[in-house]
T-cell receptor, first 114, second 113 residues
């Protein structure tokens, strides 16, 4: 089955700096890569996603890049703010038997220092 | 527009007991997936329901079972609880036109003593 590795496990940045989180996946059939933000006591919130036919996608301060050949994808957050502090998860999915199960990385705890 | 709702928020059980967790999908969604999130880990896929049938199952024992109702809401049942079943149980909903785009509820925190 699919295996997703995520690095780093913790990341501290100064407010206004950029943050980058990287993930690799193992299944070449994976074609959808979402990123979720999870705040304490809440469920994961979808913040951005990318499909395998696209190399990069941007939404305001957040961007995701995908390298299918190397099987890795990254989340970039620019101009970080204290409210960006949370645990971020990458995930991957591939169609199987008519359903899509998400395989998640272990998460990155991002701390933005004011 | 209500998002994914789960109940109860917290639950405490003892080993060997049985538990039922509930989920109502986001409006317009017809597919429900359940995930288990252990402390400090990413969510792990349990199973997915569509048209009241289990469509796919992750690597979880038969003690974990589910059900989907005609109104698309769903239940997760866990029998013979073990200490290791303590986790946050998350429900995610999607619709058949975009099964991979899944929206999560806040989860049910289950503690097994």
């Amino acid at each position: 089955g699919e295996n997703v590795e995520q690095h780093p496990s913790t990341l501290s940045v100064q407010e206004g700096d950029s943050a980058v989180i990287k993930c690799t996946y193992s299944d070449s059939a994976s074609n959808y890569f979402p990123w979720y933000k999870q705040e304490l006591g809440k469920g994961p919130q979808l913040i951005i996603d990318i499909r395998s036919n696209v190399g990069e996608k941007k939404d305001q301060r957040i961007a995701v890049t995908l390298n299918k050949t190397a099987k890795h994808f990254s989340l970039h957050i620019t101009e970080t703010q204290p409210e960006d502090s949370a645990v971020y998860f990458c995930a991957a999915s591939a169609e199987g038997a008519g359903s899509y199960q998400l395989t998640f990385g272990k998460g990155t705890k991002l701390s933005v220092i004011p | 527009d209500a998002g994914v709702t789960q109940s109860p928020t917290h639950l405490i059980k003892t080993r060997g007991q049985q538990v039922t967790l509930r989920c109502s999908p986001k409006s317009g969604h017809d597919t429900v997936s359940w995930y288990q999130q252990a402390l400090g880990q990413g969510p792990q896929f349990i199973f997915q329901y569509y048209e009241e049938e289990e469509r796919q199952r992750g690597n979880f024992p038969d003690r974990f079972s589910g059900h989907q109702f005609p109104n698309y809401s769903s239940e997760l049942n866990v029998n013979a609880l073990l200490l290791g079943d303590s986790a946050l149980y998350l429900c995610a909903s999607s619709f058949q036109g975009a099964l991979d785009i899944q929206y999560f509820g806040a989860g049910t925190r289950l503690s097994v003593l």
